[in-house]
């Protein structure tokens, strides 16, 4: 999704520095009525980035993150939900478990997130049962 979204630099944007709606003077939100055109395509590339990226994502994934108020906010709790969100379960297999690390890996991937190899090899030490090692 992140290639995606870097196609048009003005969505990427958003997403790593964030949108924060016109303040007025007071540090009040202001009224769109107000909103000069800069400001209004401002909030138009960041309603463009929030549609897409929560066309792409699940539902479970959409409830989680629905309270977000920005771009960048979704983007950053995406992240946050998707790493290293599980460990090994009682009676899992280790193929079980490397299925469900590969699962997460592939979301990761997905939305951008890239995990050097050290950090692979640390969480599996510490996450796989001691006996399967």
């Avoid at 202001?30 to 929560?54: G, S, Y």
């Avoid at 297999?93 to 590969?102: A, C, P, Y």
Wanted: aromatic share 10%; glycine share 4%; charged share 30%.
């Amino acid at each position: 999704m992140e290639v995606y979204l870097k196609m048009e630099f003005n969505q990427w944007f958003n997403v790593t520095k964030g949108y924060k709606a016109p303040m007025d003077s007071a540090e009040i939100p202001m009224d769109p009525n107000n909103w000069n055109m800069e400001m209004k395509k401002k909030a138009q590339v960041d309603f463009k980035f929030l549609n897409t990226i929560q066309c792409g994502l699940t539902k479970e994934e959409l409830n989680r993150v629905d309270p977000q108020e920005n771009a960048k906010e979704i983007w950053d709790k995406l992240i946050e939900l998707h790493e290293w969100t599980n460990d090994a379960k009682e009676g899992e297999t280790v193929s079980q478990l490397h299925s469900r690390i590969k699962d997460i890996l592939n979301g990761l991937h997905t939305i951008g997130h890239q995990i050097e190899n050290r950090d692979l090899i640390r969480y599996a030490v510490n996450v796989f049962p001691r006996n399967a090692l």
